[in-house]
């Protein structure tokens, strides 16, 4: 079992800078990989960013790469999403995810946190 809490979200302008942190508990951290998702209203959640156990491998959406930075740190069982230069597109209820297992996929999110941009 992976518990996750997400915190960092708010209200901002565009252009401006948030980062977001989620920390796990449950099985130990350095075990899986993590992911962050979004889902904006009325749209699909989407893939936002993804790390493996150790940091070694990332992965982006194209409409953040350049632009947002995950990255986790095992001694704290977090991981973080650092988001610059943000769009009013990029507003949505983001959330993380824990990949436990090799073959489900995300298995265990947190319950997302609320990132809200305006022109």
């Known amino acids: 079992q992976v518990h996750l809490v997400e915190s960092g979200g708010g209200l901002v302008q565009a252009g401006d800078s948030l980062r977001l942190s989620c920390l796990a508990s449950?099985?130990?951290?350095?075990?899986?990989?993590m992911g962050w998702f979004r889902q904006a209203p009325g749209l699909e959640r989407e893939f936002v960013a993804g790390?493996?156990?150790?940091?070694?491998?990332?992965y982006y959406a194209g409409s953040v790469k350049g632009r947002f930075t995950i990255s986790r740190d095992n001694t704290k069982n977090t991981v973080y999403l650092q988001m610059n230069n943000l769009r009013p597109e990029d507003t949505a209820l983001y959330y993380c995810?824990?990949?436990?297992?090799?073959?489900?996929?995300?298995?265990?999110w947190g319950q997302g946190t609320q990132v809200t941009v305006s022109s």
């Open positions: 790390i493996n156990w150790n940091g070694a491998s990332k």
């Open positions: 449950g099985r130990t951290f350095r075990d899986y990989g």
């Open positions: 995810a824990a990949e436990t297992s090799t073959t489900d996929g995300y298995d265990y």
